[in-house]
């Protein structure tokens, strides 16, 4: 049924009704319309009536009319869309079936696979501590959860259980994935980072090479494996004082054994590249593309030359410059981007310039005798090694003044390394052309923004745990919540929706669960939702709960 306002012209004067109207199929199956009540003519309407009849048709509705909202009494408003996205992609996963599946011991008296939700869903939503979660769920619309169904020992019990089943539940969630999704895994990348602790930690926490900057701190190591849409399928939390270049080799045999990714392209960047590394990928007959450190390395030195003679623009590379050299089984291709040459150029030239500079302001010093010549070299080459050029220039002081000795062969070494990268790789040309091979080396850095994001938008720190097994749990949960935002970026991308992760989940924030009270009636309804909001939802593949009245009343 539906209301509708009919039109029609009375000695040239058009007069306007109110119906009520009913769609319906006759005989033949034509669509047709009844109507089913003349209210009259509008403008002679005796409202007051009209909401009497409202109202008595309230009584037996299962929803008050949103025309009625004057009346209603607001109560709580509870975050609800991002919520309600990733409540349905955890659903499309089966993730409260692989976790069930993963714990087959499990014997506990609460629901595992909701605690483990729950976190998961305040990391998207507002990363909090696990007492925070409690404080959170109070304003979090979950349609089968009531807060007080939560305990603060079930959410740890639930991070043990969870320690327990990774290898396994990995291992099912990327099944999953592979099967919903389509993820293209013929490329995978890998990388690392560190997370510090602000105090001593678990026993994985010690002192190693910091991702973050400090050395003071003891801290673990985070590997991640994503794929080539960034999402994320498998990593290890490591010792802290765990290296770079130890961890390939396991990781490897992972990738083979558990998910039995054999035929794909590792790519990994220079940190991690030792013989040993490239052996053991080569034994695991994994295909690798791998960055060449420029400098102090034999292989770089081999292509260096004095000119870009043999290097050819390519257009599907934005008009970086390629060429390519075949050695035995490898294949080294070098790159030369010329807008990053010419900023480094300019760069290097406007930090001499800075020398320069202060030479003539230290030699008037040195002149009014105000600083000795001791002091004149020792400062000269505190503002080259400050100017990062101390390995161009050597000073020498003469007559009372600074003479730089340019070390020609090393200025020209760098300057030809400007806007230089170099790659190594072992796939073949007819199977990964020079260009390709290129293109997945820079997607590399889609690892770099998954790290950056677990880190910053997800607060992977601080760590609060301080039990080994609760630290791995607390990255796991950090991590499936990762997932999501990827998810979601990967679905609003096939929707031809230009929105990364991080931005569908705020915009899907601003929808809300609206706790009211109208007629006598307790109900759930929503803010008014926009068309970008909508579209989101759309591309995702969700929409409001039974429970969840939409309110559709213009602004």
């Known amino acids: ?44 309407l005796d409202r007051k009536k009209i909401d009497s009849a409202i109202d008595a048709l309230l009584k037996f509705s299962s929803f008050p009319s949103a025309a009625r909202f004057g009346d209603a009494q607001y109560g709580r408003v509870m975050d609800c869309g991002d919520i309600l996205a990733v409540i349905h992609l955890w659903a499309r996963l089966r993730l409260t079936e692989s976790i069930l599946a993963s714990l087959q011991e499990n014997r506990a008296e609460f629901d595992i696979a909701k605690m483990i939700q729950v976190m998961v869903l305040n990391r998207v939503s507002d990363p909090l501590s696990k007492l925070g979660v409690m404080r959170w769920l109070q304003t979090a619309y979950i349609s089968d959860l009531k807060a007080d169904e939560v305990q603060y020992q079930h959410l740890l019990r639930a991070m043990d259980y969870l320690s327990e089943a990774k290898d396994e539940l990995e291992k099912r969630l990327y099944n999953e994935l592979v099967t919903l999704f389509s993820p293209d895994v013929d490329i995978i990348f890998y990388d690392l980072t560190s997370c510090c602790f602000e105090g001593e930690g678990p026993e994985l926490a010690h002192y190693g090479y910091s ?14 494996v994503v794929t080539r849409e960034g999402l994320p399928i498998y990593h290890e939390v490591m010792p802290g004082n765990t290296s770079d270049v130890a961890t390939l080799e396991g990781v490897a045999k ?13 790519v990994c960047d220079r940190g991690m590249i030792s ?5 053991k990928l080569e034994e695991l007959e994994f295909p690798y593309i791998i960055g060449l450190r420029l400098r102090n390395n034999q292989e770089a ?3 260096y030359q004095k000119s870009l003679s043999g290097f050819k623009p390519d257009e599907s590379l934005n008009g970086l410059m390629v060429k390519e050299k075949q050695k035995g089984d490898y294949r080294f291709i070098q790159c030369h981007n010329p807008a990053v040459a010419e900023e480094k150029k300019a760069n290097r030239e406007k930090r001499l310039k800075k020398v320069e500079d202060r030479i003539k302001s230290l030699e008037r010093l040195f002149e009014r005798k105000q600083i000795s010549a001791e002091d004149l070299y020792h400062k000269v080459a505190s503002v ?20 730089l000795y340019m070390d020609t062969e090393v200025l020209r070494e760098e300057s030809y390394l400007d806007g230089k990268f170099f790659l190594k790789t072992n796939v073949k040309a007819e199977a990964l052309p020079a260009a390709e091979v290129i293109k997945s080396y820079k997607q590399l850095q889609a690892v770099e923004r998954s790290f950056r994001e677990l880190k910053d938008f997800l607060k992977i720190r601080p760590i609060f745990h301080y039990n080994d097994e ?9 991590v499936l919540a990762y997932l999501f935002e990827k998810l979601i ?12 992760g991080r931005r569908a989940l705020t915009l899907l924030s601003q929808f809300k669960a609206i706790e009211c009270k109208v007629a006598g009636q307790s109900v759930t309804v929503t803010n008014r939702v926009d068309e970008e909001i909508r579209s989101i939802m759309d591309a995702i593949g969700f929409s409001f709960p039974s429970q969840v009245f939409e309110n559709t009343n213009k602004v």
């Open 254 to 266: 992972v990738l083979s054994s558990r998910f039995n990714i054999r035929k794909v392209v590792f």
């Open 384 to 403: 080259l090694e400050e100017q990062r050029l101390s390995k161009f220039f050597r000073p020498k002081i003469q007559s009372g003044k600074i003479i």
């Open 470 to 478: 609760r630290v791995k749990a607390h990255v796991f949960i950090c």
């Open 1 to 44: 049924m539906y209301v509708r306002v009919s039109r029609k012209k009375i000695n040239g004067t058009s007069y306007e009704y109110l119906q009520l109207c009913e769609a319906y199929r006759n005989a033949k199956g034509q669509p047709c319309t009844r109507v089913l009540t003349n209210f009259g003519r509008i403008d002679k």
């Open 275 to 279: 013989r040993e590394n490239l052996e």
């Open 301 to 303: 030195r081999s292509l």
């Open 489 to 500: 970026e990967l679905q609003c991308r096939r929707a031809s929706l230009r929105y990364s």
């Open 211 to 224: 991702h973050d900057h400090r050395p003071d701190r003891k801290q673990l190591v985070l590997a991640l």
